[in-house]
């Protein structure tokens, strides 16, 4: 069950508190699950665009990963091929760097701007960069709230009078959640910068195309922006109930 799915049974079970209120964030993330849609369309529209954007040396993207590494000193990370479209991301429990198929074997902007930016993470990980260490020692506090926190919230939503402390569980719980994710921008946002330094640094892009690949790099970033957003949001709503449950 989806977060946004909990928010909607939440919305019918909480009528008696705040109903104002309700019909406010009800409104509010209407709006916030038009603009992810807006944002996720943006990625993968200028994805297509940038990865049909020849990046003239003919490096894949494995090529750049590669190269980023060793450049960087770090021999010790793995670039994979993984399956799935924008599936990229870096294990810093593996150490490797793992590229979609698209990204992996792409000779294009979008693939060495995505793959220098998995290696910005690497990086980060070899440097203890320390947004990124507080972000994987969230990793297993997440996870548990993440298997949990969807039943905790509906089953405290419908007794939050008689048992109210069930609620604030779910609460404490989901605000892990909240917090990942706001600790996640600064991560991705410094990964992204590293990548784009590196890339005119090492003349893996030029003039002709650096701005694209900062362009791609910038709308990935937008959608870790919404999320937190979005988790917010839903933070605030389930704090309201709570606070609420006398009316």
């Not at 990963?65 to 793995?78: E, F, P, Q, S, W």
């Not at 793992?98 to 993470?121: F, K």
Request: charged fraction near 10%.
């Amino acid at each position: 069950m989806s977060i946004l799915s909990t928010f909607s049974i939440a919305a019918q079970a909480s009528t008696g508190f705040y109903a104002g209120g309700s019909m406010s964030y009800f409104i509010l993330f209407i709006g916030i699950a038009i603009i992810s849609y807006i944002v996720q369309w943006n990625l993968q529209s200028k994805f297509k665009k940038y990865s049909e954007m020849p990046l003239g040396n003919g490096m894949t993207g494995r090529d750049v990963a590669v190269k980023m590494l060793h450049d960087n000193g770090i021999y010790d990370v793995t670039v994979t091929s993984t399956p799935g479209q924008l599936t990229d991301h870096y294990n810093p429990t593996t150490k490797t760097v793992n590229l979609s198929e698209g990204v992996y074997r792409s000779s294009s902007v979008a693939a060495a701007a995505v793959a220098a930016h998995e290696c910005g993470h690497a990086i980060q990980h070899a440097t203890a960069y320390a947004p990124l260490t507080m972000r994987s020692k969230l990793v297993p506090v997440v996870s548990f709230a993440s298997n949990w926190m969807t039943w905790i919230l509906l089953i405290g939503i419908l007794t939050v009078s008689s048992f109210p402390g069930i609620l604030l569980g779910g609460i404490v719980l989901f605000a892990f959640t909240t917090l990942f994710s706001f600790v996640t921008l600064p991560v991705e946002i410094d990964a992204s910068k590293r990548a784009l330094a590196w890339l005119s640094r090492a003349g893996i892009t030029n003039y002709s195309n650096h701005s694209a690949a900062s362009s791609a790099l910038r709308s990935a970033a937008y959608t870790y922006v919404v999320a937190a957003l979005s988790s917010l949001a839903t933070l605030i709503y389930y704090i309201m109930i709570y606070l609420g449950r006398r009316d």
